[in-house]
């Protein structure tokens, strides 16, 4: 099983004759993933050739639904037009939409998620994200298929780094779905979004939750598996050796005063039964244990 994105997928991709969107189709392709098309009006009616397939481009995302039964957008459009990708998305009823975009401004990001929920049909993932991957099943994203085969562990991370690092050094042990959602000060999917699925999800057997300094997610994610979650749950936060007050790379990462640091986040965690690791590696080790046979 998987949770958003499965092996039953069917991928179109907004600003796919871009360099961005022409790369990513490639592996997305080469990583299993059924991409059935691309949107750009400027260039409808037009194929565009890659190594294992020839793939049409729609005048709009309600296009090529109609067409080709897609159910997943994944966005490579620039900033400025993101907004506008997104709502599109929406309007044409896309159950999934995931964007990669990063530099989109907040105040675009609030409008079209907002839109997105008055709509009730599409769930958003990203922006500024590495979007999901489903190993062995499907791939909608720039996450590296490589990294890591299908297994029991459910991982949602705000990091994409920390996403291909936790993939990767649990790559003998696998993943049911890992999502990265972006950390952008609004997004489309939280952590609690990913838990509630992963909790639901009856391959998944235990979740590791990667969060960073700044805001609340984290504890607001904790407090969520105290009331809603019985899988075992590790856990990371990135930022303990950051200064008090520092900015972070992530838009979403501000720390003010002890709301918001690492140790606060590590504490919230950790009264709720998380084991929390202080690297990555110790995450790992952590998730380790809990799987042994």
């Known amino acids: 099983m998987a949770i958003f994105l499965d092996g039953d997928s069917k991928l179109v991709v907004q600003g796919m004759t871009g360099s961005e969107g022409m790369k990513h189709t490639t592996l997305m392709l080469a990583a299993g993933s059924t991409i059935v098309g691309g949107v750009n009006p400027r260039k409808a009616g037009s194929k565009v050739d890659f190594p294992t397939a020839t793939l ?17 957008s994944v966005v490579f459009v620039p900033p400025t037009g993101t907004k ?31 839109y997105a929920q008055n ?7 990203g922006p500024n994200c590495p979007g999901i991957i489903s190993p062995g099943k ?11 085969g299908p297994g029991p562990i459910g991982l949602v991370s705000k990091s994409g780094t920390l996403t291909y690092q936790m993939m990767y050094e649990l790559r ?12 952008d000060p609004i997004i489309g999917t939280t952590h609690i979004d990913a838990l509630a699925a992963f909790q639901d999800d009856p391959e998944t ?3 590791v939750m990667i969060g960073e300094i700044g805001g609340d997610a984290e504890e607001r ?11 075992p749950v590790v856990g990371y936060v990135a930022g303990f ?19 918001g640091t690492a140790q606060a986040k590590k504490e919230a965690l950790e009264a709720v039964g998380v084991r929390v690791g202080k690297t990555p590696s110790e995450t790992a080790r952590l998730m380790r244990e809990i799987l042994a046979p």
């Open 221 to 231: 994610a904790a407090a969520f598996i105290a009331e809603h979650v019985t899988k």
């Open 205 to 207: 057997e235990a979740i």
């Open 84 to 114: 506008s990708a997104v709502e599109e998305a929406v309007d044409a009823g896309m159950p999934l939409v995931v964007v990669i975009t990063e530099g989109v401004p907040t105040y675009d990001t609030a409008q079209f998620f907002q």
């Open 241 to 259: 050796t950051a200064p008090e007050g520092k900015t972070m790379g992530h838009a979403g990462a501000i720390v003010s005063g002890s709301s």
């Open 119 to 125: 709509a009730g049909t599409t769930r958003i993932i």
């Open 172 to 183: 003998d042990l696998g993943f049911s779905t890992g999502i990265g959602i972006g950390g």
């Open 138 to 148: 499907s791939n909608a994203g720039i996450i590296p298929a490589s990294i890591s």
């Open 56 to 72: 049409p481009v729609f005048g709009s995302v309600a296009e090529a639904m109609a067409e080709t039964g897609a159910n997943v």
